[in-house]
C-alpha cells in the first residue's frame, strides 16, 4: 500500500525557517509530479510549489522566492525548504504525488496526511 508520510511541521517565529520532508513509501515503481499544497482555516486547499520527475519546479507567487521545492528520486521523497516564514503561511501542508499504480497501469494521485505549521511570535 503506497503512503505519503509527512514530517517538520511547528512553530517558527515571523522571518524563521522550516524544512518539511515527504517520503512515499510501499511499492514505488515511479513517481511523476510532487508537490506541496497547504489549507488555512476557512480557505481552499492552495498549491504551494510543485516539482516534476526531472526536478522542473513551479511556485505560487506568494511563496516565490522563499520557499525551495526539491526531490530525491532515489529516496522518494519531496522537500520544501521555507524561510523568511510570514504570518500568512501558517497552514495545514499536504504532500501529493502521482504515483505509478502497476495493477492500473497508470499514474494514481495520492495526499499526505498534513503536517502543521505555524508562525508565531
Known amino acids: 500500500q503506497v503512503q505519503l508520510v509527512e514530517s517538520g511541521g511547528g512553530l517558527v517565529q515571523p522571518g524563521g525557517s522550516l524544512r518539511l520532508s515527504c517520503a512515499a513509501s510501499?511499492?514505488?515503481?515511479?513517481?511523476?509530479?510532487m508537490g506541496w499544497y497547504r489549507q488555512a482555516p476557512g480557505k481552499q486547499r492552495e498549491s504551494v510549489a510543485t516539482?516534476?520527475?526531472?526536478?522542473?519546479?513551479n511556485y505560487a507567487d506568494s511563496v516565490m522566492g522563499r520557499f525551495t521545492i526539491s526531490r530525491d528520486n532515489a529516496k522518494s521523497t519531496v522537500y520544501l525548504q521555507m524561510n523568511s516564514l510570514k504570518y500568512e503561511d501558517p497552514a495545514v501542508y499536504y504532500c501529493?504525488?502521482?504515483?505509478?499504480?502497476?495493477?492500473?497501469?497508470?499514474?494514481?494521485?495520492?495526499w499526505g496526511q498534513g503536517t502543521q505549521v505555524t508562525v508565531s511570535s
Open positions: 501529493n504525488a502521482d504515483i505509478f499504480d502497476v495493477n492500473s497501469a497508470s499514474y494514481v494521485n495520492y
Open positions: 510501499g511499492s514505488i515503481f515511479s513517481i511523476n509530479d
Open positions: 516539482i516534476t520527475n526531472g526536478g522542473r519546479p
